[in-house]
């Protein structure tokens, strides 16, 4: 009794090929651009209140809402565009 060789027979092929997310090299780390972009972004927002109201509460609530509203949605956006 042979063996069949099932490997000769099956061709696998990746359904999609998905692009990697742009990269920021910091300190030797590769970082996905949409968390270097939101951190940017969340600490001008923190700079931004606490200038305009002087409210650590503010600043906090602020800076986190920027802060998850670019990761999120930049990541969605990059991750959609490259399927």
Do not use: C, F
């Amino acid at each position: 009794m042979t063996a069949a060789n099932i490997s000769g027979l099956i061709e696998l092929r990746p359904a999609r090929v998905r692009s990697l997310p742009p990269t920021v090299v910091i300190a030797g780390v590769r970082w996905p651009a949409y968390k270097v972009h939101a951190l940017l972004v969340a600490v001008l927002v923190a700079v931004a209140a606490l200038l305009i109201t002087g409210s650590g509460q503010v600043v906090a609530w602020t800076a986190g809402a920027a802060l998850l509203s670019i990761w999120w949605g930049e990541r969605l956006w990059v991750t959609r565009r490259g399927a």
